[in-house]
């Protein structure tokens, strides 16, 4: 049997002789790791004198959010701190910071004293609007009273459990605790300290042990000293006097918490008359079987030290409750027939199973497997992993490989957003869960449902908040067709708006708007369209001033609610009403007199309306009864900015056709004639002026058509990807480009290349454009560029490529 021997020297010795430990109580204590520090003056911020600084290796990737000068409050570098400008109009700022790995840390500020600074909470892990967050600590004061020195460090009350990733650290500063004036904040150092936990350990010693009350919960298992072995307590543990006629005697102890343990006995080593003896665990009431923990301990091997120390050749699982251990005199004193045993202590180590990481996040945007490894004691088998009291289905919902537990996405995405605990069971062992952090990086916004009524009196623009969690906005579809920025909707860091001339374009009904972002698909906005406005019908009518068959027009009104007719308008000129119309009910009729006394050609009569609606009608005016001729095949089409329709009129050539054409707003976007050619065939061609999207109205007229014909085109376009717009883009970004020279660098290069574009040369736009893109790969390598500043010029890039190309 191969034995574990742990000699302990004279210093030990007295160290457990002072030591006095509760014998049931599990002590479990900290050990903290070396520190990871975060140096505020090594983040290659700008010296106020406007000297660079570089970053250097050892600030753990701590950098600033937001460009240090543009964004307030100002931000400067020194040699020792950085320096936030804060005022109570500008009081936050936050920093970005690395955590290399999963874990429990104290966190740590040391900050420098000035007169001018301020007081300020720091919060961890605010939101993009720097809310919310943790406080880890209060009033952290950055002024410098006589009595301080040059800095101060201050330690946040509880510990925190930090994942692997980025993590921000904000400063929002809340006054001056002496005087006026200015008010600054001046981190120094961010300090983190890993905190790691040591097994639970029993200690059972022998001098603490009771002879006669078992309420102590380690006590001689027969209450009876005088009993044969006898028991006498010494300052260094027990003697026990035995012989190898009657050798065994026990001692019980109890275990508060079941586990998987490793056993270590210390005996005292002393001379003479000291024998050898074997230890077991929980043997029967007679004090026989049990498992044997320790073999042959020699009592006399004096030679070795006061004190020797042996491990159990393996860990034993304790369950809860009483047990107790057992000593067998295996040989006698030297020359004597008595032989003397004289345990010191045991001591228990509680072993755990453990899964890394403990704390993990899951992106349902961006999904992926969940992997875990596992660190099992004693050939522990794992028997299942549990959410809650639900058992996850091996090889389906998790895949376990050489001690690699892989939990799957597909289990994951079914699971609500939160912390998600889950129990990985053992045989016979302690039972370590992970959490696993389910989160949705989707950009989200709110509402996702709006409403627009197309009614002209309550026509608003639509306001919709957006968190783009680390994403960059790129644009908004309907459909395939983007919608046209600063036109159809405005846009800024948490909110756009959807410009009511737009959505007035859109018909009764609901539309789904997308909004795209860089590297991942965007919230859907449903837009409820309904329009309470007050209507006509029919629209569209025609009249003929020498038909002998002239009759009164009738028009039904569809009112909105209680709404009704107020007037109707001819321009700016009201008709008569019981002169030049007549009303019943919701039935109108204009009369043919008030028609025929109009001119030939389009009349527009507006209907006024109590609220506020005003529908019009076209009355197609013509001087005689018109023949028998109809536009028999009319279509429009719009391709690129150029509009053409084509048709036919049924009573041949030369015969003179008018068109108009209404744009999705109905304002007028183009009206023309032509004569029909061979077979009646005729041709509209124009190129548009306004660039507005939408469903386009024609109506077609000619000569002797009494009903002139309508089709529609739908219009719209994708913005063309310029340098104008990549300058724009580059501004936006500025403060996520971590040098000022490198914005003025890139800056220029788009200038040029500007003036290549201008002039129509491709190949050098190409060439140039391809070298940009390399050089926005160098500095996203070397973390002078954000992610997102990086994702969004390099579609750019792309972009104006592929147009050139």
Known sequence: MQWKFRPIGTAAVLAILCVILSLTHLDRTEAASTPLEYDFSKIGLMYSNGVDQQPTSHSHHLRLIGDQ???????????????????????????????????????????????????????????????????????????????????RTIESADKHILSEGSHTITFKVKGKSVGDGAIHMLPNMLILTPVEESPETLELNFKDLSLTDPTTGWYLTKLNPGDYPRVAIKS?????????????????????????????????????????????????????????????????????????????PKAVYLSEGLHKFTFKLLRDGAGTTV??????????????????????????????????????????????????????????????DNGIVTVK????????????????????????????????????????????????????????????????????????????????????SHEIVLNKDYLRTLDVGTVQLNLDFIGINGPVIEVIITDTSSKISPERVGFAKGSFMQSDISITLHPNGAAELTDIVNGNQALVRDVDYSQSGNNILLKKQYVSALAAGTARLTFVMSDGSRPALLVYIVDAEPAVAEITALSAEAVADTVTVEGTIDSGANQQITMTVHDPNGQMDFIGQTVSGENGQFLFSYTKSRHIQGTYIVVVGGEQVAYPSETTFTYSYEIPMTTTMMLDLLDEYRGEIYSEATYYLLKLHLVVIGHYEQQGEAGKVVKHMEAFKLLLGQLNTHQIISEQAYNAMTTATDTLIGQWR
């Open 236 to 312: 260094y543990g027990i003697e026990l006097g035995s012989s190898t006629r009657v050798p065994l005697r026990s001692f019980s102890f109890v275990i508060e918490q079941a586990g998987l343990y490793e056993i270590d006995f210390t005996g005292n080593l002393i001379s003479g008359s000291a024998g050898m003896a074997d230890i077991y665990l929980d043997t029967d009431i007679n004090e026989a079987g049990g498992t044997k923990v320790v073999d042959s301990f020699d009592f006399a091997e004096v030679d070795y030290g006061p004190l020797k120390t042996v491990a159990s």
């Open 409 to 492: 996405k597909e289990y994951l995405l079914n699971q609500a957003q939160g912390e998600l605990l889950l129990t990985f069971d053992f045989t016979n062992k302690n039972d370590p869960f992970a959490q696993i952090d389910i989160i949705d990086s989707t950009p989200t916004a709110e509402p996702n449902i709006v409403y627009f009524n197309k009614n002209e009196t309550v026509q608003s623009d639509i306001a919709i908040q957006i968190k783009s969690n680390g994403y960059t906005f790129q644009r908004i579809r309907q459909g395939t067709k983007s919608l046209i920025r600063d036109r159809d909707y405005t846009v800024s």
């Open 69 to 151: 000068k543009t964004v307030s409050p100002v931000v400067y570098g020194t040699a020792f701190i950085s320096r936030i400008y804060s005022t109570l109009n500008a009081p936050v700022r936050s920093f970005q910071f690395d955590v290399p790995e999963n874990g429990l840390y104290t966190i740590s500020l040391k900050g420098a004293l000035s007169i001018d600074g301020g007081y300020a909470d720091i919060f961890l892990d605010t939101d993009e609007q720097q809310d919310g967050g943790i406080k880890i600590i209060s009033d952290f004061d950055f002024h410098k009273h006589p009595e301080d020195s040059s800095y």
């Open 339 to 400: 032989g003397y045993i004289y345990p010191h202590s045991f001591l228990l180590t509680k072993l755990e199973n453990s899964v890394s990481p403990a704390v993990v996040a899951f992106d349902t945007a961006q999904p992926q497997d969940v992997v875990f490894a596992l660190d099992t004691h004693a050939d522990a088998i794992l028997l299942g992993i549990r959410n809650g009291s639900e058992l996850l289905q091996g090889d389906i919902d998790y895949s376990i």
